[in-house]
C-alpha cells in the first residue's frame, strides 16, 4: 500500500514520537525516507522480506521502495520517527557517503545497533526538535542536521541478526495479507510450495509466529482499517468483513493482541 503522509507545505520533513498505539498498521511504502530510533521495549519489524527484532538503541531506516510493517510491539514500546522529503535529502546530502540517502532501497540491512554515545546525542536532538514552538526553519534545519548525523552514527553502528525470508514463507505470508478473510492454511501450502506441515515449521521458526497468529494478526490489521474511528462500519461487520468467522473469535484475538478489550477500544474512541 501506498502511502501519502500529511506534512505541512513548509516543512521539509516531520518528526514524532511514536508509543505503543494498541493498535495494528498495514505494509506499506511512502515517497519519503524515514528514520525510526527505538527508545523502550522491543518489537519485530518486516522490512521487504526480512524480519528485524528491534530494541532500544536499534536505528531503523525505511527507503521509498521498502514496503514495511511494525507487526508487534511489547506494551512499553516507543520510539522516535522522523521523515524527509526529497529536497532536502538532495540538499544536505552532499558527500559521497551521504548521498546513498538518495537511493529507492537499502541492499544491505536497514537496521543496526547504534553505539551508546551515538544513541544518548541523536535521542537528545530529536527530543529538542520536537519541542513546543518549533519554528519550521529551525525544524528543517534540525531535520537535516539529524538526518546526516543517524546517517553517520549507522554507518559506525554494529551489525544486527536479520533473517532473510524464504521464498515459501514470503508466499504464504503475502497470501495471508492478501486474503485474510478466506485463505485456508492448506491452500496457502499449496500455492507456497510446500507441504503444510513443512510450511508451518519454517513460518514459526522465520517469522516467530504461527500460521495460524499471523493470520489473525493481518486480520486484526484489517478490521481496524475498516471500523476506522466507529463511523463507517459497526464493530461485527468490521470484524466479519476483515475475516473473523464470528464475533466471539474475534473478540478473543482482539483482547490477546491489543491487551484490552474491543468495547474498552470502542470508548476511547468516542
Request: zero cysteines; proline letters at 3%; glycine letters at 8%.
Amino acid at each position: 500500500m501506498r502511502a501519502r503522509l500529511q506534512i505541512p507545505s513548509n516543512q521539509e520533513g516531520a518528526l514524532w514520537r511514536y508509543a505503543h498505539a494498541a493498535s495494528a498498521n498495514r505494509r506499506h511504502t511512502h515517497a519519503e525516507l524515514e528514520l525510526n530510533l527505538v527508545t523502550h521495549g522491543y518489537g519485530t519489524y518486516f522490512v521487504g522480506a526480512r524480519r528485524y527484532r528491534i530494541r532500544r538503541g536499534d536505528l531503523i531506516w525505511l527507503f521509498p521502495a521498502q514496503e514495511h510493517v511494525l507487526f508487534e510491539q511489547s506494551a512499553d514500546f516507543s520510539m522516535w520517527v522522523a521523515v524527509f522529503r526529497r529536497k532536502s535529502i538532495r540538499a544536505a546530502a552532499t558527500t559521497e557517503a551521504s548521498r546513498a540517502l538518495l537511493q529507492k532501497d537499502l541492499e544491505t540491512g536497514a537496521s543496526r545497533r547504534l553505539l551508546g554515545d551515538d544513541m544518548q546525542r541523536l535521542e537528545v536532538l530529536l527530543r529538542e526538535l520536537s519541542a513546543d514552538g518549533t519554528g519550521p526553519d529551525v525544524l528543517n534545519a534540525g531535520l537535516r542536521y539529524a538526518m546526516l548525523l543517524a546517517w553517520q552514527s549507522f554507518e559506525r553502528a554494529t551489525g544486527m541478526g536479520t533473517h532473510d525470508l524464504h521464498p515459501a514463507v514470503e508466499r504464504a505470508a503475502k497470501l495471508l495479507r492478501e486474503d485474510p478473510e478466506t485463505a485456508s492454511l492448506p491452500r496457502i501450502a499449496r500455492r507456497s510450495g510446500l507441504s503444510a506441515a513443512r510450511l508451518s515449521r519454517l513460518f514459526k521458526a522465520q517469522t516467530g509466529y504461527a500460521l495460524t497468529d499471523f493470520r489473525s494478526r493481518v486480520r486484526l490489521d484489517r478490521f481496524l482499517e475498516l471500523y476506522g474511528a466507529g463511523h463507517r462500519l459497526s464493530m461485527l461487520d468490521a470484524a466479519l468483513s476483515a475475516g473473523f468467522g464470528s464475533y466471539p473469535q474475534f473478540h478473543r484475538v482482539f483482547t490477546r493482541i491489543m491487551g484490552r478489550s474491543p468495547r474498552d477500544y470502542r470508548r476511547d474512541l468516542e
